[in-house]
């Protein structure tokens, strides 16, 4: 597989991935890397397996076979699956970060977005006020919040204003590598355009690598270097976006770009 | 094992069956092995509602025998229903010996105060728990408490004072105020105030918990560094009082509001009403003392 960032070594390098759900499958044999700063889309239907192997990748899941490696900030590549929990879990709360497509998920609603933002920072360790709620100060200044909102509880902001305060959670702690589910789902358009103006640039500024899942092209278009494509479970083309988008191989992905409704 | 007869109806001793005081027993000796970590139970039925102090019962029938020496707190008082009541509970049950008097005393249940006088080697303090974990109000899931318990995921605590400082610009919580227990587990001290709180690190009695309803024991052995959860720019502090204790005028205890009429009038007295009567037996006299009610009896040292 060609990639703009060929020199590297990957960051994340799944391998032969599959998921059963007892007899179904729920992706079946996926293979990629994700090299750092590179944001990858995976596009497909709904029951394409797409969430599925989303959350195989980022140990919500455990997968039936395949091995998923990453590369740690110490240079070394490990199998995710062969670390403690206690290992995993700390790398989701530092290193990672997820964007679950209902902010409801990613976020506590009972406490303030002060707090939201700063959990992180308290779960490795910061034990001082001031110092955290500087930061989180800075963190809704740049997804757009006010600065005033921040002793407010998310359930009383809107849902795009929940999605950038999702994401402010996710990147404080400076992770390297991001994992989207629909990040856009459930916006109205011109929200949507804004959010994806604003991850465009958090992903260009910090140089962080991503994994979007969307059924939404246009997402991928805007946010992503290369794409996969998946129908029921199997991988039917990969490779840069714009090469996907405009000369589609796979008779399914031509369907699919296809049926983009033209305006 | 002391079979009571002579009435219609008969208990074994301290009411639990020998099976279950020696379940809890275990449960007790794992705790205490473990400080600060839940240990789950077989919870009894007991002749008293939730909420009543159905774990503190079960901890103190399982661990008293007929040497000892029982005083029962209900915040502080002696006198109060559900002190009263559990007094005489292990009175009837147990016929077992019992005091007011702190330092007379082996064992002390307590809900929500830990005494004013200093305990000592030897002695036990039970204490009544309606809601053992630290992290429920902010994690509603039990598999993913134990689990944050078991990995020392402990942010979210912090998280919880947090937002006490952003609302109230100080740290808010005033009772149940999270324990770091022998650098290890985040533990639930019960309601008791957060001025008990010091009282707790380097005890040399031993301290049990007893949780009915939740069905859990948690314990801090003697000697053991108990540290209140604080952030650096915001240190933990107790609660502190403008005037002494009305009646004793004692200061440097914790003291409970009393309201005496609908114009304002109020008084602050002692909340451990051991203390307030020694005191007042030694002469001491508050401002709204009464004029010789002990004076009388003893004159003033």
Same mark, same amino acid.
């Given at each position: 597989m060609s990639s703009l960032f060929e020199d590297a070594a990957p960051l994340l390098s799944v391998d032969g991935l599959t998921k059963f759900y007892g007899p179904r499958i729920g992706?079946?044999?996926?293979?990629?890397?994700?090299?750092?700063?590179?944001?990858?889309?995976?596009?497909?239907?709904?029951?394409?397996?797409?969430?599925?192997?989303?959350?195989?990748?980022?140990?919500?899941?455990?997968?039936?076979?395949?091995?998923?490696?990453?590369?740690?900030?110490?240079?070394?590549?490990?199998?995710?699956?062969?670390?403690?929990?206690?290992?995993?879990?700390?790398?989701?709360?530092?290193?990672?970060?997820?964007?679950?497509?209902?902010?409801?998920?990613?976020?506590?609603?009972?406490?303030?977005?002060?707090?939201?933002?700063?959990?992180?920072?308290?779960?490795?360790?910061?034990?001082?006020?001031?110092?955290?709620?500087?930061?989180?100060?800075?963190?809704?200044?740049?997804?757009?919040?006010?600065?005033?909102?921040?002793?407010?509880?998310?359930?009383?902001?809107?849902?795009?204003?929940?999605?950038?305060l999702q994401i402010a959670r996710n990147l404080v702690t400076g992770p390297r590598l991001v994992f989207m589910d629909e990040p856009t789902g459930g916006l109205d358009v011109s929200v949507q355009a804004r959010l994806l103006d604003l991850l465009r640039g958090l992903v260009a500024d910090l140089g962080l690598a991503a994994i979007v899942v969307t059924h939404d092209l246009a997402v991928a278009r805007l946010l992503s270097h290369r794409m996969i494509v998946m129908k029921g479970g199997d991988v039917v083309e990969a490779g840069l976006t714009d090469r996907v988008l405009d000369d589609p191989q796979a008779p399914y992905t031509q369907l699919l770009v296809s049926s983009i409704l033209q305006v | 094992m002391t079979v009571m007869t002579g009435d219609i109806a008969t208990y074994n001793f301290a009411y639990l069956d020998e099976q279950t005081k020696r379940m809890i027993r275990r449960a007790i000796l794992k705790a205490i092995a473990i400080p600060g970590y839940q240990v789950p139970f077989a919870s009894r039925e007991m002749p008293m509602p939730y909420g009543w102090g159905t774990g503190g019962v079960q901890?103190?029938?399982?661990?008293?025998?007929?040497?000892?020496?029982?005083?029962?707190?209900?915040?502080?008082?002696?006198?109060?229903?559900?002190?009263?009541?559990?007094?005489?509970?292990?009175?009837?049950?147990?016929?077992?010996?019992?005091?007011?008097?702190?330092?007379?005393?082996?064992? $002390?249940?307590?809900?929500? %105060?830990?005494? &004013?006088?200093?305990? +000592? /080697?030897?002695?036990?303090?039970?204490?009544?728990?309606? $809601?053992?974990?630290?992290? %429920?109000?902010? &994690?509603?899931?039990? +598999? /993913?408490?134990?689990?944050m318990h078991a990995l020392e995921e402990y942010g979210l605590m912090h998280v919880k004072l947090y937002e006490d400082i952003a609302r109230h610009g100080h740290i808010a919580t005033t009772y149940a105020y999270p324990v770091l227990v022998a650098d290890r587990y985040v533990m639930d001290p019960s309601p008791t105030p957060k001025f008990d709180n010091p009282k707790m690190d380097m005890s040399p009695a031993l301290q049990l918990f007893g949780a009915g309803r939740e069905k859990r024991i948690y314990a801090i052995p003697p000697y053991t560094r108990v540290v209140s959860l604080d952030f650096e720019d915001h240190p933990f502090e107790i609660q502190s009082f403008e005037e002494p204790c009305a009646l004793c005028a004692a200061e440097g205890v914790y003291l409970d509001e009393v309201i005496l009429d609908d114009h304002g009038g109020r008084m602050f007295v002692c909340s451990d009403t051991d203390h307030c009567e020694e005191r007042l037996a030694q002469g001491h006299k508050g401002r709204l003392a009464a004029e010789d009610a002990y004076a009388a009896k003893e004159p003033a040292q």
């Open positions: 992706c079946r044999d996926v293979s990629f890397d994700v090299y750092p700063g590179e944001v990858v889309a995976i596009v497909g239907e709904s029951g394409s397996g797409k969430t599925t192997l989303l959350n195989c990748i980022s140990t919500r899941l455990e997968p039936s076979s395949g091995t998923v490696g990453y590369r740690m900030r110490d240079g070394k590549t490990r199998d995710l699956y062969r670390m403690s929990e206690a290992e995993r879990r700390l790398l989701m709360r530092t290193d990672w970060g997820f964007v679950h497509q209902n902010p409801a998920d990613g976020l506590r609603m009972t406490v303030s977005a002060g707090a939201n933002v700063g959990e992180r920072l308290m779960a490795v360790g910061e034990r001082h006020y001031g110092r955290i709620r500087e930061t989180a100060t800075g963190w809704l200044e740049r997804v757009e919040i006010a600065e005033d909102r921040i002793d407010d509880q998310p359930r009383a902001f809107s849902g795009g204003m929940r999605q950038r | 901890v103190t029938a399982s661990i008293i025998g007929p040497d000892d020496t029982l005083k029962v707190i209900d915040q502080g008082a002696d006198d109060t229903t559900n002190a009263v009541s559990i007094r005489a509970f292990f009175q009837k049950v147990a016929n077992v010996a019992v005091t007011t008097h702190t330092r007379d005393a082996t064992i $002390i249940q307590t809900r929500h %105060r830990i005494p &004013e006088e200093p305990l +000592t /080697e030897g002695q036990v303090l039970v204490y009544q728990v309606p $809601i053992p974990e630290p992290l %429920r109000f902010l &994690e509603p899931r039990e +598999t /993913e408490t134990r689990k």
